[in-house]
Each structure stands twice: as C-alpha cells, then as structure tokens.
C-alpha cells in the first residue's frame, strides 16, 4: 500500500526557510515521478513542483529560484527545500507520486497525473 508522509512544516517569518521531506514506503519509490502542491486558504490545490526518477525537476512560475525539490532514492525521500519565502506561500503542503512513471519534461505538478497524496503538512509565513 502507498504511503506518504510529509513532514518539516512549521511557521517561519517572511524571507526564512523550511524544507519539507516525504518519506515514501509501499511501492518501487525510484521508477516514480514525484510533486509538491500546496493548498493556501478559500483557494483551489496548486502544483510546486515535480521531479522524475532522474532528477530532472520542473517548477511554477511563483517558486522558481526560491523553491528546491530534490530526491533521495536510497532513503525514499522527496525533499522541498523552500528560501526567500512570501506571505502568499502560507498553504498546507502536500506530497504526491505520479500514477506512472513519468519522464521529465512529462513529470511537471499536474493534478490530474498524481493518484497518490500524503496527509498535507502546514507552512505559515508572517510578516
């Protein structure tokens, strides 16, 4: 069975930095294309970013230069490394693994491609 676990969420004022991690357990982790989205309040799910068994990582256009997704594959873990954060990245933060193993630049934070989400971990960022 899938498993995912978020966890390194907190509260960190404006310009700080958190990295999240995601420990993975259940299925063959390193043929997996994996994603951050994150949900701020009164708006829908959004994508951060993606990753893909290589390493090659995709990112929207708000995080770029700021946020880092990384993996390690021997410890089954996704990482988002998150700098310079604003206000407006304040938003529970989910995990997630691609129904399939898809390849950079096919592996990118679309919804509709991820089947399997953690539980959510929250970031709060204050002025």
């Known amino acids: 069975q899938v498993q995912l676990v978020e966890s390194g969420g907190g509260s960190v004022q404006s310009g700080g930095s958190l990295r999240l991690s995601c420990a993975a357990s259940?299925?063959?982790?390193?043929?997996?294309?994996m994603g951050w989205f994150r949900q701020a309040p009164g708006k829908e799910r959004e994508g951060v970013a993606a990753i893909d068994s290589a390493g090659r990582a995709n990112y929207a256009d708000s995080v770029k230069g700021r946020f880092t997704i990384s993996r390690d594959n021997a410890k089954k873990t996704l990482y988002l490394q998150m700098n310079s954060l604003k206000d407006e990245d304040t938003a529970i933060y989910y995990c997630?693994?691609?129904?399939?193993?898809?390849?950079?630049?096919?592996?990118?934070?679309?919804?509709?491609?991820?089947?399997?989400w953690g539980q959510g971990t929250q970031v709060t960022v204050s002025s």
């Open positions: 259940g299925y063959t982790y390193i043929v997996s294309c």
């Open positions: 997630a693994r691609a129904n399939w193993g898809l390849t950079w630049p096919a592996c990118r934070a679309d919804e509709s491609a991820f089947g399997y």
